[in-house]
């Protein structure tokens, strides 16, 4: 493939055949008409009885176009080369990192990355990560195991993950559990994060999913089902565990005015499969127990570190 691109690179160095034409044939044109307009008028005038003066400036204005015509003719093949010519060669050097990407990937079981919040990938992050909770829920058993700051595009009416929890996991045949860790929304790390997007509501948006989940436990399909805590912790990763697969986001410490989005959303998503005990799914998933256990409602005081 490097090679087969290599080639084309090559040849789209030199002018191509159909614009070098247009060159020569539409530059002889208009050199002919410009020093020829004179003779050109002449004829034209006395046999048409038209204005000489008029006559010999179109065909010099003509001769001119025809001249611009063959200029822009081959401006507009060389640029086009240029801007040709300088994505292929972003392109062979993807292609040459390509492999070792690749094999990173498949020695780590990485399924997919993306970004979830970029524009580009948005759709294709969403589906996939619904796709994931579905399969799980779908199994009838399992657990689901969901760690966010507050989680607004998903405890909310109406989201399309958000009707997953609301209405497939409802029924009465599906036995799988949603464990939930959202971020204290009276702790240190809250008042600090919502400092660092001070236009985001997060504090809001913490609430928002509590009152969102508390209204799921009520119903009798959902109760046994959902369950939440709060930790107060610092938020360094979104996290989406199921029983086979890890969905990882890790949450850079930036400061974000009105004009930009939120903190979330924006670094590498990835999506790991949970193969032969696969470490890197094993850590996550204790990160996660971790924060669990230590949040215990059932504790009086929770101490993380």
Known sequence: ??????????????????????FI?????????????????????????????????????????????AILAIVIDRLTEV???????????????????????????????????NPQTQLRAEKAIHD???????????????LVVAGPDYFKLGSIIGNLFSINLAEKAVNCKLKVLLLDKDSKWALFRSTLEESHPTILDIEESIKYLNHLKTDPDLNNKIDFRLYDAPPIAFLILTDETLILEPYPIIEVDRHRAPIGGWTPMIVVRNDYNNEIYKRWKEHFEYLWNKCDPASLQHSYF
């Open 132 to 146: 994931i909770i579905k399969k799980q829920i779908d199994s009838k058993a399992g657990e689901i195991r969901l």
């Open 1 to 22: 493939m490097v090679g087969l691109i290599s080639k084309i690179k090559t040849y789209l160095e030199s002018p191509s055949e159909m614009f070098l034409f247009y």
């Open 83 to 117: 801007i040709l010519l300088k994505k292929i060669e972003n392109a062979i050097e993807g292609l040459k990192a390509a492999p070792k990407v690749l094999g990173g990937a498949a020695e780590l079981y990485i399924e997919d990355i993306f970004s979830r919040r």
């Open 25 to 69: 044939v539409f530059g002889l044109i208009g050199f002919v008409l410009y020093f020829v307009a004179d003779s050109i008028a002449f004829f034209v005038g006395h046999f048409f009885n038209g204005n000489y003066d008029i006559i010999k400036k179109f065909i010099e204005e003509l001769g001119i176009a025809f001249i611009i015509a």
